[in-house]
């Protein structure tokens, strides 16, 4: 039991540092999402390949996994990124940030089908109100810049969350893995998203100013904040953790607001008030099936 506590409190240290992401991505201004995704994920692997040499000949071990668990946080890491990155810089950030946070809920809803896990009532009338929230956001952010772009964004901020609520569920399956083989997925990621770069986008030199974002986003919510979360969804209150991940959503809305990097609107505090009404309703369901 004590084992589950710690992994939960893991996976609750990195939805706290992933409510910095959205700020982060916002102030890396103009640079093409591809390059942002690439330039992260490569400062967060060669963090993360510097702490494995420390460790000498157990820490080079620990890399040898087996290739569906690979496989499995390549496509999770960079489908999400690519998606999420996309969609905050095509609409606007708060209501594109807050259609993204529709991912915990969708993890307790998916989490219904891991063994021994039971879907109730407020798990689905949570699910309703996150929705309802979601739909809220695109009306609002349409009414504000009803572009195709901005609609754009909207639709890669809900696959976003389609596709990391997916890995975090399936990636229960690989619970024997050691938490540091998410480094060479890493460094993946970032081959890929540097492949993807060059053959889509036109590459922008970073300022420095732009150098101290990316360096931040890849030793906290794109480094160390994965290796957190890998520990919880494997051995943590997978469903508990779902519902806590709306801490993100509302901190990360806080922090774009106060940097002045968001305008303000009812439809957004509106939107917080149904996604956290929802996370209230499906954690209320998973103590009654604890």
């Not at 991912?103 to 219904?112: K, N």
């Not at 508990?240 to 709306?246: E, K």
């Not at 499906?282 to 103590?287: T, V």
Request: net charge positive; charged share 10%; proline share 4%.
């Amino acid at each position: 039991m004590n084992a589950v506590r710690s992994a939960t409190w893991a996976g609750i240290a990195a939805i706290l540092l992933w409510s910095s992401l959205a700020l982060l991505t916002v102030a890396s201004g103009a640079l093409p999402p591809l390059q942002v995704l690439a330039t992260g994920f490569g400062i967060a692997g060669l963090a993360g390949t510097l702490v494995t040499a420390s460790r000498g000949r157990t820490g080079w071990q620990a890399w040898r996994v087996p290739p569906a668990a690979l496989a499995l946080a390549v496509a999770g890491l960079f489908g999400y990124h690519a998606l999420y990155f996309f969609a905050l810089k095509r609409a606007p950030a708060v209501e594109a940030n807050l259609i993204n946070y529709l991912w915990p809920l969708l993890i307790v809803l998916f989490s219904a089908r891991l063994p021994g896990m039971r879907l109730r009532a407020g798990h689905l009338f949570g699910a309703l109100l996150g929705f309802a929230a979601a739909a809220l956001l695109i009306a609002g952010g349409a009414s504000a810049t009803a572009t195709g772009d901005a609609l754009a964004g909207y639709a890669a901020a809900f696959l976003a969350a389609v596709t990391w609520a997916g890995y975090s569920v399936l990636n229960r399956r690989f619970a024997a893995v050691p938490g540091s083989a998410i480094v060479p997925a890493c460094l993946m990621v970032a081959l890929l998203g540097a492949l993807a770069h060059v053959a889509f986008e036109r590459t922008v030199a970073p300022s420095a100013g732009q150098w101290i974002v990316l360096l931040g986003m890849g030793l906290g919510p794109v480094g160390i904040a994965f290796r957190l979360w890998d520990a919880g969804t494997r051995h943590g209150d997978l469903a508990l953790l779902g519902s806590l991940s709306y801490l993100a959503p509302l901190l990360s809305t806080l922090l774009l607001v106060a940097a002045g990097r968001a305008e303000p609107r009812w439809s957004q505090a509106l939107a917080v008030v149904l996604l956290t009404g929802g996370a209230w309703l499906s954690m209320q369901a998973s103590a009654r099936s604890a």
